[in-house]
């Protein structure tokens, strides 16, 4: 044999052995496959944000009704679309006929019923991505920090109940919904209060006209317009969860006065059966009895049945995805610069112009040398003041950097909590890293 021979033969002997060792043990294979998804997976999430940089993160929205924290959680999920929404708002301005794309999460759709919001979130995309790698990473500890930012609300008499919102404690955890089915009325507040150190605390106030119930038909952009269904979120406190779409709301009657655009029907309409994008919403109408139907926990119920509504997993799936996708070198999606990511995807790349040559190098005179003038003082402007964002009043204390902005609370002592050591436990970190939440003064681990 000669030793050509040889290596064909020695060849042929191991990739048999290695078939039989592949089909001997499909366990171990799959083991190895699993083992390197979680590394992956690992490596793709963020730092873990600390218990002070997490109160800074959620304080623009703890004082927010529960089911609106959910939908802005869920819809921190797609930074792009919430930048497009905001586009989409501003056109809607001149074009009352535009409709919200079909590609568009229901979460987003259900945002643009709060265009204030989605400027927010558009405008600071940072803590919108944030946000998100909060959620897919860390959720109980996102819940566990608006509830402990809550709680000092309460006992400093900051938000509490009455005709606009109601604040009712149950099972040590404090929770905020709308008094009306119909509308819901977003707390205007300084975020800073929670925060930096020597803020004069003082009761929230609201922004004057109320936003529409975002599972109501009557809403601007109701989300059935372009899923089909409605689409329903609420914070589930006890297990610490956020869930999202998929709510059958299919004991909901309308009164349908030739309603449709596409086909002749007069009567009542289940609501799921509506095509909501051939509906004339000026036609529509509801009963009140049939609004009390649009309950939160109604809705929490029915939309925890379907798991594929947990926005936990629903994130992490779309954060290991993105991160895989767009991973540079060295980068991983904790690095990744948000801002220039979302927004080259929504800049079109021009066309090749053909620019003219730079001119040739032209000796210039020396500068002349500065003389010692003093600075000029800036003229004084009396400017209108913006709009203020969801959350903030317009003062004139410094702004902060960023969504983030000083992550030192300065406080003192912890805030007094009832919650022992249940609620104040940390959640599963990024990369499989287990990490309490701990506040001034000691408080207890899960």
């Given at each position: 044999m000669t030793g050509n021979d040889m290596l064909k033969a020695g060849a042929a002997a191991l990739a048999l052995l290695l078939a039989g060792f592949g089909s001997a043990h499909p366990v171990f294979a799959q083991e190895q496959v699993a083992a390197a998804d979680a590394s992956a997976d690992a490596a793709a999430s963020p730092e873990p944000l600390s218990a002070d940089e997490m109160e800074v993160l959620v304080a623009r929205i703890a004082l927010y009704p529960d089911e609106l924290i959910a939908v802005i959680t869920a819809a921190a999920l797609y930074p792009l679309e919430i930048v497009e929404a905001a586009r989409f708002l501003d056109r809607y301005e001149k074009d009352k006929s535009l409709k919200p794309k079909d590609s568009w999460d229901g979460s987003v759709v259900s945002l643009l019923n709060y265009p204030g919001i989605v400027k927010m979130m558009s405008d600071d995309l940072e803590w919108t991505q944030t946000l998100g790698d909060a959620i897919a990473y860390q959720q109980k500890d996102v819940l566990v920090a608006i509830q402990q930012l809550r709680e000092e609300a309460v006992a400093k008499g900051v938000i509490k109940t009455d005709d606009k919102i109601q604040v009712v404690k149950e099972n040590d955890n404090f929770v905020i919904k709308s008094a009306s089915p119909e509308v819901i009325y977003v707390p205007q507040y300084p975020p800073q209060m929670f925060y930096e150190p020597d803020y004069v605390w003082e009761p929230i106030r609201y922004y004057p006209d109320p936003y529409p119930y975002y599972v109501y038909p009557g809403a601007t952009f109701f989300a059935g317009a372009v899923t089909g269904a409605i689409w329903a979120a609420a914070v589930d406190w006890d297990d610490w969860g956020v869930w999202g779409g998929g709510w059958n709301g299919n004991d909901i009657d309308i009164d349908c006065n030739n309603c449709f655009s596409n086909r002749d029907f007069n009567g009542n309409i289940n609501i799921n059966d509506v095509d909501w994008k051939n509906v004339d919403r000026s036609k529509i109408k509801i009963d009140r009895d049939q609004l009390n139907k649009f309950d939160q926990n109604n809705i929490k119920n029915r939309i925890e049945k379907n798991g594929d509504n947990a926005v936990r997993d629903r994130a992490r799936d779309i954060k290991k995805n993105d991160s895989?996708?767009?991973?540079?070198?060295?980068?991983?999606?904790?690095?990744?610069?948000?801002?220039?990511?979302?927004?080259?995807?929504?800049?079109?790349?021009?066309?090749?112009?053909?620019?003219?040559?730079?001119?040739?190098?032209?000796?210039?005179?020396?500068?002349?040398?500065?003389?010692?003038?003093?600075?000029?003082?800036?003229?004084?402007?009396?400017?209108?003041?913006?709009?203020?964002?969801?959350?903030?009043?317009?003062?004139?204390?410094?702004?902060?950097?960023?969504?983030?902005?000083?992550?030192?609370?300065?406080?003192?002592?912890?805030?007094?909590?009832?919650?022992?050591?249940?609620?104040?436990?940390?959640?599963?970190?990024?990369?499989?890293?287990?990490?309490?939440?701990?506040?001034?003064?000691?408080?207890?681990?899960?």
């Amino acid at each position: 044999m000669t030793g050509n021979d040889m290596l064909k033969a020695g060849a042929a002997a191991l990739a048999l052995l290695l078939a039989g060792f592949g089909s001997a043990h499909p366990v171990f294979a799959q083991e190895q496959v699993a083992a390197a998804d979680a590394s992956a997976d690992a490596a793709a999430s963020p730092e873990p944000l600390s218990a002070d940089e997490m109160e800074v993160l959620v304080a623009r929205i703890a004082l927010y009704p529960d089911e609106l924290i959910a939908v802005i959680t869920a819809a921190a999920l797609y930074p792009l679309e919430i930048v497009e929404a905001a586009r989409f708002l501003d056109r809607y301005e001149k074009d009352k006929s535009l409709k919200p794309k079909d590609s568009w999460d229901g979460s987003v759709v259900s945002l643009l019923n709060y265009p204030g919001i989605v400027k927010m979130m558009s405008d600071d995309l940072e803590w919108t991505q944030t946000l998100g790698d909060a959620i897919a990473y860390q959720q109980k500890d996102v819940l566990v920090a608006i509830q402990q930012l809550r709680e000092e609300a309460v006992a400093k008499g900051v938000i509490k109940t009455d005709d606009k919102i109601q604040v009712v404690k149950e099972n040590d955890n404090f929770v905020i919904k709308s008094a009306s089915p119909e509308v819901i009325y977003v707390p205007q507040y300084p975020p800073q209060m929670f925060y930096e150190p020597d803020y004069v605390w003082e009761p929230i106030r609201y922004y004057p006209d109320p936003y529409p119930y975002y599972v109501y038909p009557g809403a601007t952009f109701f989300a059935g317009a372009v899923t089909g269904a409605i689409w329903a979120a609420a914070v589930d406190w006890d297990d610490w969860g956020v869930w999202g779409g998929g709510w059958n709301g299919n004991d909901i009657d309308i009164d349908c006065n030739n309603c449709f655009s596409n086909r002749d029907f007069n009567g009542n309409i289940n609501i799921n059966d509506v095509d909501w994008k051939n509906v004339d919403r000026s036609k529509i109408k509801i009963d009140r009895d049939q609004l009390n139907k649009f309950d939160q926990n109604n809705i929490k119920n029915r939309i925890e049945k379907n798991g594929d509504n947990a926005v936990r997993d629903r994130a992490r799936d779309i954060k290991k995805n993105d991160s895989l996708a767009n991973r540079a070198p060295g980068k991983t999606a904790g690095t990744r610069d948000v801002r220039k990511s979302t927004l080259d995807g929504l800049k079109a790349k021009p066309a090749n112009v053909t620019r003219p040559a730079k001119p040739a190098n032209i000796q210039k005179p020396a500068a002349r040398p500065t003389a010692n003038r003093p600075a000029a003082k800036p003229a004084k402007v009396n400017r209108p003041a913006g709009k203020p964002k969801p959350a903030a009043r317009v003062d004139n204390r410094p702004k902060k950097p960023s969504g983030l902005g000083n992550v030192d609370r300065g406080k003192a002592t912890k805030v007094s909590s009832n919650r022992g050591h249940k609620s104040m436990g940390g959640g599963q970190r990024g990369g499989g890293g287990h990490k309490q939440i701990k506040r001034g003064g000691g408080g207890r681990g899960r």
